[in-house]
Every structure is written in C-alpha cells, then in structure tokens.
C-alpha cells in the first residue's frame, strides 16, 4: 500500500532506532529489529486505513522532534507540582519523562510492588514472563504505531504486582513531556503483570510542558492472572499542542475483572486504543469513556473486546459532549469467538453536541461467531434536550446552569466508577470547570 | 398579581390563543377548563415562558413587572410556577440537587446569600413528607423511572420548596388515580395562604373536588368563552362540553 508518508519525512526515527541498537545491552534488540522492520513496511498509517479514516495523524510525525535521550534541564519538584493527582502522599508514583522511566521522581510504597527496567527484566529472571507477553499488541494493532514505539523501546518499566497481594496504594503514572525547549516524541512503554489474586489500582495521566508541540505514542500492556482485580483510570487534559496516541492492551489470562474509565477532556489530537483480549472463562470487564473536547480538539476512542473464552461479561459505556470545532470518534469492537459461548456483551455509545462545528463518527462493531450469546449495541448522537433545559429554568435555575447541571447529570454514570474516590472528585471538578465556574460553587 | 388583556399566541405559525383576558387576585384560586387543543397548554406554556411559542398580541402584568419580557427563569424567580403537564426526566441529577440549585439560584436573583445546608435539608424533608414522599427518592435522578403519580408528587414537592406566588397546575390530575389527586390537591391546599393564588388547568372536575376554585373559565377555541363560580364546573362535567360548542356563548364575564 502506498503511504503517504514516505519513511524519508521520518528520517529521524531510523537513526534513533540504530543508535538504540548500537547501544543495547541485548535484552530488546531482537524484537526492536522485527518492529522496525515492521514500521519500515507499514509506516504511518493514513485515512485510507479504515482504523485511521476519520484521526488523521501523519502529519503529527513528521515534526522535527527530539526523541530521549534529550539533553535538557532536568525537572525540579516545582515543575512536577502542577501535574501531581491528589492524594499524591499517598500512593505509589510512576514518572515517565520524555517517554523514559524516571526512577529518581518515582515512588514505590509498597514493599510488594516490584518495578524494574523492561531490559533489566527481559534479560534476567523475569524473562520467561517478558518473553510469553511482551508485545502481544502488536499483532492486534497492524498499523506501524505500535510497531513503532517497539522499534525504539528505551527506558520501559516491567511492573510486577505478587499473585495475592492486593495493593494497598494506588499506582500513579505520570507521562510527562518537556516540550520546553524544542518539540518532542515520547514513546512511554510498559509491561504489567498481575499476579494471581492481586487487586491493583492504576491512575494515569499526561501532562507537556512549554509550548512546543509534542507527540505521545505509548503502549502499555496488561497481563491479568486468576482472580485478580485491576481497575484503570485514564484522565487526558494535556495542552492544545499535545497530541497523544495510548495504546492500553490487557489481557484476561486467567479468570479475572477490569475496570476501565478513560476520560479525555483537553488535547491535540488524542487517540486511544483499548484493547481487551478475555482469553479465560467467566472474566468480567467493564470500559467506561468520558470526552468532553473543545475548541479544536479531536478525541478518538477506538475499543477491541475479544471474547475468546465462554461465559465472559463485558459491559462498555463511552459518553461524549463536542464543544466548539471538537471531533470524536468512536469505534467499539467486539468479537465473540466461535468457543465463546454464552458471551454477555454489552456496548453503548451516547454523543451531545453543543456547537454547529462540533461532530462525531461513531461505529458499534460486533462480530459474532459464537451461537449461545447475548450481545447488544447502540449509539446516538444528539443536541441537549431543550424541553429538560426549560425544565430547570421554569424552576429558576438561569439558562448555563442549567446546561451544567443537564450535562454533569449526562456524564454522571461514568464519572462515579472512576477510583480512588479523590480521583473521582477531581474529575468532577475539571468538569464542573470547564461547564461554569459559578455552578461548581452551588453544586 | 396577574393581569392578561386581550393575550394572543401560538405555536409555528399557528394561533392559537385568540385574545385572553384573565385577572388573578393573591388568595384565590382560578381553575380553566376546556377540551382538548381549546389552548389550555398553551396558556400555560406561553406564561412560563416555554421557547417556540410566539406572543402575537396583547399583555401579561404579573406582580407590576411584564411578564412576557422576562426569561424563564425570571419569571420562576419572580414567584411564578408551573407544575409540568409531563414533568421531565433527568437522568444523573438528583431531585436533591436540582431543587437546591433552584433554591439558590432564585434567592441568588433576590439579592440573597445560599439557604444554610442544615436549614434546606429540614426544609426538604418536611415538604417531602408533607407529599407523603419517600425520603429515598430525593437522592435518585430527578422523576427518572418514577411513576405518574410520584412525578406530580414531585412537582408539588417542587412547589413547596420554592414558594411561589402563583402556581400554574397544568393538567396535574392527568394520568392519576383518586388518592394521588387527593395526596396532590392536599398538598396544593396546604401551601395556600392570602399572599399566594393558584391557576388549576383542568379537563375534568374531580380534581376540583379537592382543589376548591373560586373562579372557574371555560377555554374554547383560544377564548375564555364563560367564567363562573365553581358550580361551572359541575354543570360542565353534568352536560359535557359540547353544550359550549354547540354555540351557547355568554360572553366573557
């Protein structure tokens, strides 16, 4: 297939991929060399590629980007203070900067948590777990992004949570990108594993700093074991300039629940894989959206359910509000396979537009193979509901708190299953931010 | 307190109140009754203020202010109600919520500071009880999944908590049966005083039977055709209302 990006606009990225080789110590080296080869062949993809038709990203890599390592200012307390999540103190902390592991900011609280370099863990006793899981993304995703980022795989993290330990602190991660100085590609990446019967909680987020334009491309994978519990808050609100693609792969290896809630509210163009792949009977997952762009900005949600064992349940709820010129996308995919019998499968899809500008393409797609299932989808797109708006101002509520109050009540069934409870409270405040500033003093 | 001379309106185009003139006194009690598309709603609608119904004539005085330059939520502050012929369901906002909201917005209007947390939650639970409501309800979304009879329950509650001065009940016995009528118009009565008046929008007499007017108006055809005393009401529900269409008019009284 021809690209319309030619690999020579992307240069650069071959002499950070040779460079890396050069310097490898060998635990990566093999799988960056099959990557580049497959980026090399793929490049970036287009709107041609039905994946990508409506998130047009070619032009997001062609910048000239710096890539780590980056020979800049180092980062102080100061300049992380404004990223932090509340209740900081209190939980395990994760930074990545410029896409690479920053074990001097990060913080590790429990003595059970064990986090290690990707190369350190693939190249000593972990290898067996790196070598049956790692990049297991890339044969979901055929599209030279994620083949990309493992091209230039530097400064990734194994996490490793022990089977049977729950966690008694959150996981923060912190991807944050120094755009201070010149602009730049961050390529974070990281493999969890969680042990059998461990819980743990993960709360990620994005942050650039300076007002050059940067570009994240990430991939993170999950490896979720028997009867363990991982619940996963995504919050994107990063600068006009910041332009993201996430890529979040779990895999349901042993009977087990995940909790997803992703919420996307201030970006360049952001583009979100999540893909859950549910290899075990009876496990249970749950994907809730929030996006609530405006101004230019363009938030993409594609989804993969993958029902490859029976008498699995996924529920799926994405909400979106388009203010201003923002776009949406939502893709939501589910496959049940043919030995998936008695698959529950659910997916919705609910859109507000509150501009004339403002649009969403939005695609359920079910492919089922299995006979015994019980799947449904739908999606709607709509305008707020006016006789609702009368509603509350015939009670003397004023015309915009009024918007406020319809529109937190919209969001509201994904906003209360995101965790830890602050979290929680923090998103409802960026919301009732970005609705009026007056509403969130009387609600 | 409400003065409407010669009122014309309607809807995309269409007329539909032809030249209404009522006048409401603090105290008293006015139902309007009529049958079906005589404009009954539309009253209604056009002086609380609902969008996509254009005044094509005439004038509403409430309280000494023109009442059809004010916006909606003017109007509910200046002591207008509407109980909702079909109240709406909001999904994720709690009738808690909603009402405190509009409890601060319209004294936010007055000129005075939030009602204390304390003091709006005894309020609240006393209105609620007064309608014989489930506390419980309070703190799911707002008429979302409630029944017909717990909606009206609601909106009276609504009417409770905002004090108004005067509260429009458009067709709130519709859809009920006899004991919520009885729980709604008892509520009503209890919220009466010499300050506050009342506008019953009705179809059938039963729910004046507990609601008692001391006016009532027949609404035919976007004109107020008779007005009367609550006897009206009685001989409209013995004869029907086809003895008004078949063309007795005695006038605007």
Excluded at chain 1, 119 to 124: G, P, R, V, Y
Excluded at chain 1, 239 to 250: D, F, G, K
Excluded at chain 1, 283 to 304: I, K, Q, R
Excluded at chain 2, 158 to 177: F, H, V, Y
Aim: aromatic share 8%; proline share 4%; glycine share 8%.
């Amino acid at each position: 297939m021809k690209q319309q990006v030619s690999i020579s606009q992307t240069d650069y990225l071959r002499e950070a991929y040779e460079q890396l080789q050069l310097a490898d110590n060998g635990g990566l080296s093999a799988v960056r060399a099959e990557a580049f080869g497959d980026f090399s062949s793929k490049g970036i993809p287009t709107t041609r590629n039905e994946e990508w038709k409506y998130t047009r990203i070619s032009g997001l890599f062609s910048k000239p980007y710096h890539l780590a390592p980056l020979q800049t200012v180092p980062l102080t307390a100061e300049d992380m203070a404004p990223v932090r999540l509340p209740g900081h103190e209190q939980v395990s902390e994760l930074f990545f900067i410029n896409g690479v592991f920053s074990e001097a900011c990060s913080t590790i609280r429990d003595t059970h948590l064990l986090v290690l370099p990707l190369e350190a863990a693939a190249a000593n006793g972990y290898k067996p777990v790196v070598d049956r899981y790692f990049n297991h993304s890339s044969g979901y995703l055929q599209d030279g992004v994620t083949a990309l980022n493992t091209a230039l795989i530097q400064g990734g993290i194994f996490l490793h949570v022990p089977a049977k330990q729950a966690l008694e602190h959150p996981v923060y991660i912190y991807n944050i990108t120094d755009a201070r100085f010149f602009p730049v590609l961050s390529q974070p990446r990281s493999l969890l594993h969680i042990g059998a019967g461990a819980a743990l909680q993960i709360v990620e987020t994005y942050a650039t700093l300076g007002a050059s334009d940067s570009m994240t491309n990430q991939v993170m994978e999950l490896v979720v074991e028997q009867d363990a519990r991982v619940t996963y808050c995504k919050i994107q609100n990063d600068t006009p300039r910041a332009s993201q693609i996430s890529t979040t792969h779990i895999r349901q290896v042993g009977r087990s629940e995940v909790n997803a809630v992703t919420v996307s509210l201030n970006g360049g163009t952001v583009r979100n894989n999540l893909n859950i792949i549910m290899e075990a009977p009876r496990s249970e997952a749950h994907l809730y959206g929030l996006y609530f762009p405006n101004g230019n900005t363009h938030v993409d949600n594609h989804t993969v359910v993958d029902n490859a064992a029976p008498g699995c349940l996924s529920n799926e709820l994405y909400k979106g509000i388009l203010a201003g010129q923002a776009t949406g996308v939502f893709n939501g995919k589910v496959f049940v396979r043919k030995d998936a019998q008695q698959t529950n499968a659910f997916q919705s899809n609910k859109n507000i537009l509150l501009s004339e500008e403002a649009g969403v393409h939005t695609k359920p797609q079910l492919e089922i193979f299995a006979d015994d299932v019980k799947c449904s989808h739908g999606c709607t797109v709509g305008n707020v509901d006016e006789e609702a708006l009368f509603y509350l101002q015939s009670r003397g509520i004023s015309r915009e708190a009024a918007m406020a109050l319809l529109l937190q009540g919209f969001a509201a069934d994904i906003l209360e299953k995101i965790k830890p409870a602050r979290i929680r409270v923090h998103v409802e405040q960026l919301m009732s931010r970005r609705l009026t500033p007056e509403v969130s003093e009387v609600s | 307190m409400l003065r409407i001379d010669n009122l014309q309106a309607g809807i995309e185009g269409r007329e539909i109140l032809k030249g209404i003139d009522l006048e409401i006194k603090p105290g008293t009690v006015h139902a309007i009754m009529g049958p079906n598309g005589s404009g009954k709603s539309t009253l209604a609608s056009v002086l609380t203020g609902r969008p996509d119904y254009t005044v094509t004539g005439g004038s509403v005085t409430f309280l000494g202010k023109d009442l059809l330059e004010l916006s909606p939520e003017a109007r509910a502050a200046e002591g207008l109600f509407l109980s909702f012929q079909y109240p709406v369901e909001i999904p994720g906002l709690s009738t808690t919520n909603f009402i405190k909201t509009a409890v601060n917005e319209i004294r936010k209007y007055r000129g005075e500071p939030p009602l204390d947390a304390v003091a709006f939650l005894r309020m609240m639970k006393e209105q609620a009880a007064l309608m014989e409501m489930d506390p419980a309800m309070l703190s799911r979304s707002l008429n979302e999944g409630f029944s017909g009879g717990e909606k009206k329950r609601n909106e009276i509650f609504q009417m409770a908590m905002l004090q108004p001065k005067l509260a429009i009940l458009d067709e709130t016995d519709s859809g009920l049966d006899i004991d919520a009528i009885r729980v709604v118009a008892n509520g009503v009565n209890k919220l009466r005083s010499k300050d506050n008046a009342v506008l019953v929008i009705t179809h059938y007499q039963r729910l004046l039977d507990y609601l008692v007017p001391d006016f009532v108006h027949v609404l035919y055809n976007g004109r107020i055709v008779r007005s009367g005393t609550k006897e009206l009401a009685l001989e409209l529900e013995e004869k029907g209302y086809d003895f008004i269409k078949s063309g007795i008019r005695e006038g605007v009284s």
